[in-house]
């Protein structure tokens, strides 16, 4: 296989001290380097995604991190993506939609259905499940035309039906 | 003197406009040296800063290391800013510390010298600061709040070195920063 500019690595499974550390040596080791990276335990699993860019082959970086996977609990998979632009954000407003209430199926799906009928650009979603209690918190890019108080409003009666209180707000950075 | 009645004219000396470094230049990331207020050379900075944050469009602070220079000097001016509440206006202090600071909020933060990046910090919104005027060295005890506040605890944490990096709340509190303009 022909070398790669950029490759996608996840890292999921059984969490133990060490992960990143073996995982990232690998990396190095070919001579990778770490674009971008985001890693969080869901329910208890190491989860970790990275792109890293260097002229390596994904069977090559799969091979370096085969020594991860010899236990049978951490699951590694490596592919070349392409290299994307930035998402074109111009005219793009950010804001942040928080969803909590009661744990049933269907609550993420129906609020961000909302949000893409709107063509809004989902850039950053975590949910937390705790007891009863089930949380969301997204980053959103609405486009500038949009009438945010009316999609906060289709929020706020999507959130009604299932139960559970939507807010959006505008997520103002202060640069100073 | 009250601080708001202070201008950079008081300097006596025309402020030049230089170039904002960025990170990861190591002057950012040094605690930059106590100055002498009087030395000529500070009171020219003063003017330097204040010059090139009336440039830079949208910036209500500049700190000494971010044009380059390691002094513990910073220029502040959030008067035209939305979320002000209390203002002094165009001020520049030297040495300045923390003396108080309560009731900490968070907010996101972009930096001129981290310009591709914003985070979420928490900062103090009932704030005392203590300094010294450039020039005449007098000592001077700033109370205010609210975006004041923020712009205050972020020069000062650049005169000691630190980026609104090394604040951050969390590991997934850091954000590309995009031009939404």
């Known amino acids: ?176 | 003197m009250s601080i708001a009645d202070w201008t950079e004219a008081d300097l006596g000396v025309p402020g030049r406009v230089l170039t904002v470094v960025r990170a990861p230049d190591p002057v950012l990331s040094a605690p930059s040296p106590l100055v002498d207020p009087a030395d000529p050379e500070v009171v020219q900075l003063a003017a330097d800063l204040v010059a090139t944050m009336r440039v830079s469009p949208g910036c209500v602070g500049l700190a000494a290391c971010q044009v380059g220079v390691a002094a513990h000097v910073f220029a502040v001016d959030v008067s035209r800013h939305p979320k002000t509440r209390t203002t002094h206006g165009t001020f520049v202090l030297c040495n300045a510390e923390v003396v108080e600071a309560t009731r900490k909020e968070k907010g996101r933060e972009g930096c001129m010298s981290v310009p591709d990046l914003t985070g979420d910090v928490k900062r103090a919104t009932r704030l005392t600061v203590r300094g010294l005027l450039p020039g005449s060295g007098e000592e001077l005890t700033v109370e205010t709040d609210a975006f004041e506040a923020r712009a205050l605890q972020h020069e000062i944490d650049h005169c000691a070195g630190f980026l609104f990096l090394d604040r951050v709340a969390g590991a997934h509190a850091v954000f590309p920063r995009q031009t939404y303009l």
């Open chain 1, 1 to 176: 296989m022909e070398p790669v500019s950029l490759i996608a690595v996840t890292v999921i499974g059984h969490d133990r001290p060490g992960i990143i550390a073996d995982a990232t040596a690998g990396l190095a080791g070919l001579g990778l380097n770490l674009e971008d990276s985001t890693m969080t335990l869901l329910r208890g699993h190491f989860a970790m995604m990275l792109i890293c860019s260097g002229d390596r082959s994904p069977g090559e970086v799969e091979e370096a991190l085969a020594p991860l996977t010899a236990d049978g609990r951490l699951q590694v998979s490596a592919a070349a993506v392409p290299d994307e632009d930035a998402a074109d954000v111009l005219g793009r407003r950010p804001y942040v939609l928080t969803v909590h209430g009661g744990d049933r199926p269907g609550i993420v799906s129906a609020v961000t259905r909302v949000v893409a009928a709107a063509g809004g650009n989902i850039t950053d979603l975590t949910t937390r499940l705790a007891g009863d209690l089930y949380v969301a918190v997204a980053e959103v890019d609405l486009p500038g035309d949009a009438d945010a108080d009316a999609v906060a409003g289709q929020l706020r009666d999507a959130g009604a039906r299932l139960g559970v209180g939507v807010t959006l707000r505008p997520q103002e950075t202060d640069v100073l």
